[in-house]
């Protein structure tokens, strides 16, 4: 199974960029537009996971203590070597430290932490096409109220691939609270 932790959105945060992503798609239709149900803040991808590795997710994650975490929205921006239009979340002092958290609790599971910074956000769209990224780069505007929220836990996903895109599921919540 392919599996990834993830921050599910608030509705009301859900609401605002789906708004947002609505008029942006209208200018541009050369991207493949992401579907709202599939919006989270990723923690971690942890990939193809063995049966024993899940099970020892639960156990390692239940240990995971921590508060509720803001979550305030940044900018729209293209990482252009994944060739994805994200909008960014603003990497929060909480928010980091839930991750580390989490990829913490993982590697006791046999799940290694990425080489790469960790740099949350939300794929908004896709594209193979870096003219197409260069042109949506040149209309962005950064709306001047994004939402924001607070996340009172984290998700694991299962991911389920198909020609018409990935589909997540929920295997199990983690609660984030006060302690």
Do not use: K
């Not at 991911?159 to 997540?168: K, T």
Request: glycine share 2%; proline share 8%.
């Amino acid at each position: 199974m392919r599996l990834f932790l993830a921050i599910p959105l608030a509705s009301e945060a859900t609401t605002q960029i789906f708004s947002l992503a609505a008029h942006l798609r209208s200018r541009e239709d050369s991207f493949l537009w992401t579907r709202p149900a599939s919006w989270h803040v990723t923690l971690q991808f942890l990939g193809e996971t063995a049966p024993a590795q899940a099970s020892c997710l639960n156990a390692a994650l239940d240990a995971v203590r921590a508060a509720p975490v803001p979550i305030q929205f940044q900018s729209l921006a293209c990482f252009e070597r994944s060739g994805v239009f994200v909008l960014q979340i603003y990497p929060a002092p909480a928010l980091l430290a839930l991750q580390q958290l989490v990829v913490a609790a993982t590697r006791s599971c046999g799940f290694l932490p990425e080489n790469r910074p960790y740099r949350p956000h939300i794929t908004l769209a896709r594209t193979r096409s870096a003219a197409n990224l260069a042109t949506l780069r040149t209309r962005l505007l950064n709306p001047s109220s994004l939402p924001r929220f607070t996340a009172f836990g984290f998700n694991l996903y299962e991911s389920f691939l198909s020609p018409a895109g990935a589909r997540y599921e929920i295997r199990r919540r983690f609660p984030l609270s006060a302690f």
